[in-house]
T-cell receptor, first 112, second 116 residues
Framework: RKEVEQDPGPFNVPEGATVAFNCTYSNSASQSFFWYRQDCRKEPKLLMSVYSSGNEDGRFTAQLNRASQYISLLIRDSKLSDSATYLCVVNPLNQAGTALIFGKGTTLSVSS | GAGVSQSPRYKVAKRGQDVALRCDPISGHVSLFWYQQALGQGPEFLTYFQNEAQLDKSGLPSDRFFAERPEGSVSTLKIQRTQQEDSAVYLC??????????????FGEGSRLTVL
């Protein structure tokens, strides 16, 4: 089983739609979680951290369910500029000796 | 510029050639990571440096892969006797913090290696 699993998509949605991505992780001891965004042929960039209490940044909401070991990202009122690949990222043990583990990514395409 | 700089951006190598990929991290960043990203995949961890010390090389796929960061700033990833399966984008990332508290990695644009 992969450490971090995501539905690769693609998710094709019209502008203004609400879309949600899920991600599951295998290591129950994992401590910190993130969503990164990667545009086509560009480098990944941090979109937002994911906290146990959930967090919101404008149109983006991230949530963590430790019991089920999954992380979600909700995008409301989708824009054309949201088209990208969204990478779920886990820091397995949150201590020295580990590296951030990336999922394969979920591709979103927003059309007008 | 102020970001992570990688060179070359593109490299075409014949199978069996050695290649060297350079990463210039953001000044003052303690942590440096190398990742390999194949087409359609997420970045896969290769190795991690804290300053000049290579603390984790568990992701290096074979002994043909070697990385160094001798002065704790610029890092080089070397691949010896390249194979077709080495074709990928090699991403370097740096972080101000140590790995225990790292949250945001700043990535370079990557070096795209094609092995013929």
């Amino acid at each position: 089983r992969k450490e971090v699993e995501q539905d690769p998509g693609p998710f094709n949605v019209p502008e203004g739609a609400t879309v949600a991505f899920n991600c599951t992780y295998s290591n129950s001891a994992s401590q910190s979680f993130f969503w990164y965004r990667q545009d086509c042929r560009k480098e990944p960039k941090l979109l937002m951290s994911v906290y146990s209490s959930g967090n919101e940044d404008g149109r983006f909401t991230a949530q963590l369910n430790r019991a089920s070991q999954y992380i979600s990202l909700l995008i409301r009122d989708s824009k054309l500029s949201d088209s990208a690949t969204y990478l779920c990222v886990v820091n397995p043990l949150n201590q020295a000796g580990t590296a951030l583990i990336f999922g394969k990514g979920t591709t979103l395409s927003v059309s007008s | 510029g102020a970001g992570v700089s990688q060179s070359p951006r593109y490299k075409v190598a014949k199978r069996g050639q050695d290649v060297a990929l350079r990463c210039d991290p953001i000044s003052g960043h303690v942590s440096l990571f190398w990742y390999q990203q194949a087409l359609g995949q997420g970045p896969e961890f290769l190795t991690y440096f804290q300053n000049e010390a290579q603390l984790d090389k568990s992701g290096l796929p074979s002994d043909r892969f070697f990385a160094e960061r001798p002065e704790g700033s610029v890092s080089t990833l070397k691949i010896q006797r390249t194979q077709q399966e080495d074709s990928a984008v090699y991403l370097c990332a740096s972080s101000l913090l140590d790995r225990a508290t790292v949250g945001e990695l700043f990535f370079g644009e990557g070096s795209r290696l094609t092995v013929l």
